[in-house]
């Protein structure tokens, strides 16, 4: 007697259940809005333009030596201060953000052990990772645009609107500087994508939301060590931290866009290659967690 064969597991034949309906980007950005960190990291970067406003303060107005840059002209002006917010942050603080929120968001559903039961539910593997990145790249830009929005604030409350002074001497109107300054945070948030896309990938590889974004911010700070190596010369262009002060082209008298393109090119194929081989690898992977 032979046992009768089993029922096909197809879950699209659950009543009520249709894929595109699961994990909504409204569920899962409320639920990544209410964790302590985004509230942390977003209070840091807010404050961050009242710390060094009262830095000035207390030290006074900056010195301009013979190189001058956005920090020596930061009290000329609020456009000046939010250029010279961006200035600080890029390379290092806004690296932190993008890979924070794109690198703990599986795994520290993983180390929850919370993982499969959203698989279970049943959310589709590659609708999960599209939903957590899509959610976790959009907390990182906004976390991106809130550091030079309130530093734009702060400074024009501190030293008043007026145009912005460039490194060169020239200046732009403020009615230039702005659409210019909107277009260097773009290009802020494309070229920090590969940091999100790697710290993602790392995130469908651990269970270790630590390991996700602290290797990705390691790696990060590997590259640009190794773009301050002059001696490998024209490798550096391959770098992604070789373009991050490309920005600084918008705010030039004439646009410049060869730098900002190179750069932006850059970032997104690598962030592509790496997206893929995290979509690849967690749809081979047996989840436990």
């Given at each position: 007697?032979?046992?009768?064969?089993?029922?096909?597991?197809?879950?699209?034949a659950?009543?009520?259940?249709r894929?595109?309906?699961?994990?909504?980007?409204?569920?899962?950005?409320?639920?990544?809005?209410?964790?302590?960190?985004?509230?942390?990291?977003?209070?840091?970067l807010?404050?961050?333009?009242f710390?060094?406003?009262?830095?000035?303060?207390?030290?006074?107005?900056?010195d301009?030596?013979?190189?001058?840059?956005?920090?020596?002209?930061?009290?000329?002006?609020?456009?000046?201060?939010?250029?010279?917010?961006?200035?600080?942050?890029?390379?290092?603080l806004?690296?932190?953000?993008?890979?924070?929120?794109?690198?703990?968001?599986?795994?520290s559903?993983?180390?929850?052990?919370s993982?499969?039961?959203l698989?279970?539910?049943?959310?589709?593997r590659?609708?999960?990772?599209?939903?957590?990145?899509?959610?976790?790249?959009?907390?990182?830009?906004?976390?991106?645009?809130?550091l030079?929005?309130?530093?734009?604030?702060?400074?024009?409350?501190?030293?008043?609107?007026?145009?912005?002074?460039?490194?060169?001497?020239?200046?732009?109107?403020a009615?230039?500087?702005?659409?210019?300054?909107?277009?260097?945070?773009?290009?802020?948030?494309?070229?920090?994508?590969?940091?999100?896309?790697l710290?993602?990938?790392?995130?469908?590889?651990?269970?270790?939301?630590?390991g996700?974004?602290?290797?990705?911010?390691?790696?990060?700070?590997?590259?640009?060590?190794?773009?301050?190596?002059?001696?490998?010369?024209?490798?550096?262009?391959?770098?992604?931290?070789?373009?991050?002060?490309?920005?600084?082209?918008?705010?030039?008298?004439?646009?410049?866009?060869?730098?900002?393109?190179?750069g932006?090119?850059?970032s997104?194929?690598?962030?592509?290659?790496?997206?893929?081989?995290?979509?690849?690898?967690?749809?081979?992977?047996?989840?436990?967690?």
């Open positions: 007697m032979t046992a009768p064969a089993p029922a096909p597991a197809d879950t699209a659950a009543p009520g259940y894929p595109g309906r699961t994990l909504p980007l409204r569920v899962e950005a409320v639920r990544q809005l209410r964790r302590r960190r985004t509230m942390v990291i977003g209070g840091v807010a404050a961050m333009p710390i060094v406003l009262a830095a000035f303060q207390i030290g006074g107005t900056p301009r030596p013979d190189r001058t840059t956005f920090i020596e002209l930061a009290t000329a002006s609020g456009p000046n201060f939010a250029a010279t917010m961006l200035f600080m942050g890029t390379g290092f806004l690296v932190i953000p993008m890979a924070l929120f794109c690198g703990d968001t599986v795994a559903e993983a180390s929850w052990s993982l499969r039961y698989l279970a539910a049943p959310v589709p590659a609708r999960l990772l599209a939903r957590k990145f899509t959610v976790g790249l959009a907390f990182s830009a906004a976390a991106i645009v809130l030079p929005l309130v530093g734009l604030g702060v400074g024009t409350a501190a030293y008043g609107w007026g145009d912005l002074l460039l490194p060169t001497g020239a200046s732009l109107p009615s230039v500087a702005l659409p210019r300054l909107a277009l260097a945070v773009a290009f802020v948030v494309v070229a920090e994508l590969v940091v999100g896309a710290a993602f990938w790392l995130s469908t590889a651990t269970d270790a939301p630590l996700a974004v602290g290797g990705a911010v390691f790696l990060t700070i590997v590259t640009g060590v190794l773009d301050a190596i002059t001696a490998l010369g024209g490798l550096r262009e391959w770098l992604p931290a070789h373009w991050n002060y490309a920005w600084a082209d918008a705010l030039q008298p004439q646009l410049e866009w060869g730098g900002m393109l190179q932006a090119s850059l997104v194929s690598y962030s592509l290659v790496l997206l893929a081989l995290a979509f690849r690898g967690f749809a081979r992977k047996d989840v436990v967690s």
